[in-house]
Each structure stands twice: as structure tokens, then as C-alpha cells.
């Protein structure tokens, strides 16, 4: 089953590159990164909130929060949909989708940037 797993998860990031347009992205870099930094941030935040409620330390619940903060693939779909059905316009949608691709990009980093201040 390996192998499949490889060509699937290989598959995957090629659509998701597929999607990704490029001008739109250098056109819009500072809105797009400006968003991406609040997601990261409240995502962490909400997320830290609710590990913190049920029990867990504020170390733990932080590096949770990190775990839990990009956005997920499925958002993918939701923002198709969206294009498709007229909710909404065509620039949100690629916001979106420039959005979703950069958090799942630049989360190992957020994740890792956590755990070392998690390790202080």
C-alpha cells in the first residue's frame, strides 16, 4: 500500500500547484501573506483556547493549537463550490485559493517557530 500512498500524496500536490495561479498570487503577495499570518494566528489562538478548556497545559495546548492552524484540504472543494454555485466572485475564490495552498506550504514552519518557543 506504500507505493499508492506516495503516488496519491504526490498526485495531490501537483493539483493543488495546478490551481495555484501564479500572476494572481505575485499581483496580490502582501493581502495574501497578510492573511495568512491572521489565520495562523487566530487558528493557533482559538485552537490553544479550547486544548486549554478540556485539561491540557498551556505548552501542550500551544503546540496543539500550531498542529490544528492551517487551513484544511477540504477548503478546496468548499471554494470550487462556491466559484461554481456564484457565492463567490472569481478574485475571492483564487484569494482562497492562494490562501489555503501558502498555509499548507509555510505550516511546518509556523509548527516548528511554536515548538521552539513551546521548548523555552
Do not use: D
Not at 496519491?8 to 501564479?22: A, H, T
Not at 486544548?51 to 478546496?76: C, D, K, M, N, T
Not at 472569481?90 to 518557543?117: F, G, M, N, Q
Amino acid at each position: 500500500m506504500e507505493p499508492f500512498r506516495v503516488v496519491f500524496v504526490g498526485l495531490f500536490f501537483v493539483s493543488i500547484g495546478m490551481l495555484i495561479n501564479l500572476r494572481f498570487l505575485g499581483e496580490n503577495l502582501l493581502i495574501i501573506t497578510i492573511l495568512v499570518a491572521v489565520i495562523f494566528v487566530v487558528n493557533t489562538a482559538i485552537n490553544t483556547i479550547i486544548l486549554r478548556a478540556v485539561g491540557h497545559s498551556w505548552r501542550s495546548s500551544l503546540y496543539g493549537g500550531s498542529l490544528l492552524s492551517q487551513i484544511g484540504e477540504f477548503s478546496f472543494v468548499l471554494a470550487a463550490v462556491g466559484l461554481h454555485s456564484g457565492i463567490i466572485t472569481e478574485y475571492a475564490y483564487h484569494t482562497t485559493i492562494a490562501v489555503i495552498c501558502l498555509s499548507l506550504l509555510l505550516s511546518p514552519a509556523w509548527i516548528a517557530l511554536i515548538r521552539k518557543l513551546c521548548s523555552r
